[in-house]
Antibody
Framework: EVQLLDSGGGLVHPGGSLRLSCAASGFTFSSYDMNWVRQAPGKGLEWVSGISMRGESAYYADSVKGRFTISRDNSKNMMYLQMDSLRAEDTAIYYC????????????WGQGALVTVSA | QSVLTQPPSVSGAPGQRVTISCTGSNSNIGAGYDVHWYQQLPGTGPKLLIFGNFNRPSGVPDRFSGSKSGTSASLAITGLQAEDEAFYYCQSYDSSLPGSKVFGGGTKLTVL
């Protein structure tokens, strides 16, 4: 059974940093691209970042480019999102998400990690 | 403002049929990229409902169906049930935003 466990959320001041983690199990982690998708309170889904299966390519939404860094450790079946220079508008639930092979979709989602940016 | 456009809300009585539209452009749906649909029940994370325009994952009832034509896609739900009340999101890929996934703004389905 595929499982994605998000962790690392919390309360942080504007300008601060936080690192999210995603622990994957139940599939061959190194064979799939992975993503972070967020959902601000009462809002829709927003793709944040994606990383290729071997980690050689990373992609970012314009809203986080230059502030967030995605990475993965295939030896540990882990993915990370380092979030720096956080802003109030980054407040959201962040979901780890597994790519659906071959069609740019998502077939499995984590339970989400709440990030609150507030003074 | 979302790259893909969905109606904010739709509603229907139990047993009825409803459709949710998803309108894109020639850089995403119109360019031939697949459309996927997700269901988000109250207080939960999203769940894959339709993939590759019209395919259902195992366990999704055949009351849910997807279609695509030109720069648009649609999700149809027949035999509405109270448990279908949720938010529905469409998603595709956009060639003008390398590596990214684009979502619709979401549609709230209310079962009357």
């Amino acid at each position: 059974e595929v499982q994605l466990l998000d962790s690392g959320g919390g309360l942080v001041h504007p300008g601060g940093s936080l690192r999210l983690s995603c622990a994957a199990s139940g599939f061959t982690f190194s064979s799939y691209d992975m993503n972070w998708v967020r959902q601000a309170p009462g809002k829709g889904l927003e793709w944040v970042s994606g990383i290729s299966m071997r980690g050689e390519s990373a992609y970012y939404a314009d809203s986080v480019k230059g502030r967030f860094t995605i990475s993965r450790d295939n030896s540990k079946n882990m993915m990370y999102l380092q979030m720096d220079s956080l802003r109030a508008e980054d407040t959201a639930i962040y979901y780890c998400a597994k790519d659906l092979e071959g069609s740019w979709g998502i077939d499995y989602w984590g339970q989400g990690a709440l990030v609150t940016v507030s003074a | 403002q979302s790259v893909l456009t969905q109606p904010p809300s739709v509603s229907g009585a139990p047993g009825q049929r409803v459709t949710i539209s998803c309108t894109g452009s020639n850089s995403n749906i119109g360019a031939g990229y697949d459309v996927h649909w997700y269901q988000q029940l109250p207080g939960t994370g999203p769940k894959l409902l339709i993939f590759g325009n019209f395919n259902r994952p195992s366990g999704v009832p055949d009351r849910f169906s997807g279609s695509k034509s030109g720069t648009s896609a649609s999700l149809a739900i027949t035999g509405l049930q109270a448990e279908d009340e949720a938010f529905y999101y469409c998603q595709s890929y956009d060639s003008s935003l390398p590596g990214s996934k684009v979502f619709g703004g979401g549609t709230k389905l209310t079962v009357l």
